[in-house]
């Protein structure tokens, strides 16, 4: 059964901090695993993602805030994410990709809610 599950989502203060853990299961040979993010009237935009091999791309609007991280053995990636701003504010995604030459999938989670207050 493949499944894709967040964590970590809360209320938290401007300035301060909080980690999102996705573990992906049933899943296999992912690629990259992400986090995206949707606000309330806007598209869903990449916060940051990580390759199999660890090489990462990060959003400008979080790159210095924000770190992503992976254990390849759980299929689990992490997000750190500190002095959240009002504007973080969103519904937190996790994705894992997977890029075969016969096979192509995106796995989504249900979403984690972050809210930053001013």
């Known amino acids: 059964q493949v499944r894709v599950v967040e964590s970590g989502g809360g209320l938290v203060q401007a300035g301060g901090s909080l980690r999102l853990s996705c573990a992906a299961s049933?899943?296999?040979?992912?690629?990259?695993m992400g986090w995206y993010r949707q606000a309330p009237g806007k598209q869903r935009e990449l916060v940051a993602s990580?390759?199999?091999?660890?090489?990462?791309n990060y959003a400008d609007s979080v790159k210095g805030r924000f770190t992503i991280s992976r254990d390849n053995a759980k299929n689990t990636v992490y997000l750190q994410m500190n002095s959240l701003k009002p504007e973080d504010t969103a519904v937190y995604y996790c994705?894992?990709?997977?890029?075969?030459?016969?096979?192509?999938?995106?796995?989504w989670g249900q979403g984690t809610q972050v809210t930053v207050s001013s």
């Open positions: 994705n894992a990709e997977v890029r075969l030459a016969t096979f192509r999938n995106d796995y």
């Open positions: 049933g899943i296999f040979s992912i690629n990259a």
């Open positions: 990580i390759t199999s091999g660890g090489n990462t």
